[in-house]
């Protein structure tokens, strides 16, 4: 069974935790099927709510222990918890499930009203 996961901040091409997923297959560029909130404290982090725009960012198909290094790098559950959306990659507009981390915990930072983090 294929493993994808849906970065949208610091593990994306040109990105400092990137160096996880450079061995990895990129399936494309794609974004949310559903809306959540896009924020930068520290680091950047989707909130469920409250309901802002799309978060576009990258799919890749990983392994076990790629998924287990980007557990322990999210803090997996008790920091960023990782949950199975559905998103959309743009190359064939078609829908897909893949895994994205979230954090519902964490409050402010500046809120990116367009879901697309830059440096």
């Not at 950047?44 to 890749?60: K, L, R, W």
């Not at 222990?65 to 959309?88: A, C, S």
């Amino acid at each position: 069974m294929k493993i994808l996961v849906f970065v949208y901040g610091t593990l994306k091409k040109g990105f400092e935790n990137y160096h996880f997923l450079k061995n990895c297959k990129f399936i494309g560029n794609a974004k949310t099927k559903y809306k959540y909130a896009l924020y930068e404290k520290v680091y950047p982090y989707v909130s469920h709510s409250p309901q802002i725009s799309h978060i576009y960012g990258e799919v890749y198909e990983i392994n076990n222990l790629v998924l287990k290094n980007l557990d322990m790098l999210e803090g997996h559950p008790n920091e960023y918890k990782r949950e199975i959306v559905p998103v959309i990659l743009d190359n064939i507009n078609k829908e897909i499930r893949a895994w994205m981390y979230f954090n519902d915990k964490y409050k402010g930072g500046k809120l990116i009203p367009f879901g697309i983090y830059t440096k």
